[in-house]
């Protein structure tokens, strides 16, 4: 808070609880923590695949909504992320496949926010294990890194496969980036070298 006739500014912080339990089968603590931009769901991940989803649009009343299954069993989650919007998750897994998933509207859902969490997009199998997502800020744009050093750009609303590049690292791509105007993407290796190409991606 900046007080209009100036002065030093006030942070203010209000806890909300959440009811966490581990699921069944786990001892760790989750792998990967998401809040929706909406404020409305809070997820968590484990690498097992596991998913919880907890309601939270009553802030006062938070409560686990719904447990799922991101990966089929025994493959592992390697990579996580919010796609634009901050209302869809991505999904990485080893065996290099991708999903996308995201709280629908279900007016015959058990669960308090009437919503369930849904399989939005299946990408299918980019090639190695997924080890990073760049995640464009203007549209549904991805950039899909993996441990053999392949960077794949994808669309996610029209599954169009929109480029394959060969980074020549001979290492995992660990880190990916789609640039601001849409009109590059950036790869950084495990061995510390990068690369950049432009692209012109035309309408998905």
Known sequence: IRPLGGGEPRVRLTDYPIPYERPDGETTAPDWL????DSAT???????????????????NIVLA??????PPGVSVTSCRMLLGALTLLVGDEQGGVTAWFAARDNLSESPDLRTWVL???LGDIGGAV????VSDRDRIIAVGDDAGTLQVRHV???KH???LDTGFNAPVVGALVTPKLDGVFALGADGRWKSWTMEVGHP
């Open 34 to 37: 998401f809040v929706t931009s």
């Open 42 to 60: 809070v997820l968590a991940v484990w690498r097992s695949g596991v998913c919880q989803r907890y309601a939270a649009s009553d802030r006062e």
């Open 66 to 71: 719904q447990t799922t299954r991101l990966t």
């Open 120 to 122: 939005g997009h299946d």
């Open 131 to 134: 080890q990073t997502f760049g």
């Open 157 to 159: 609303t029209s599954h």
């Open 162 to 164: 929109v480029a394959d």
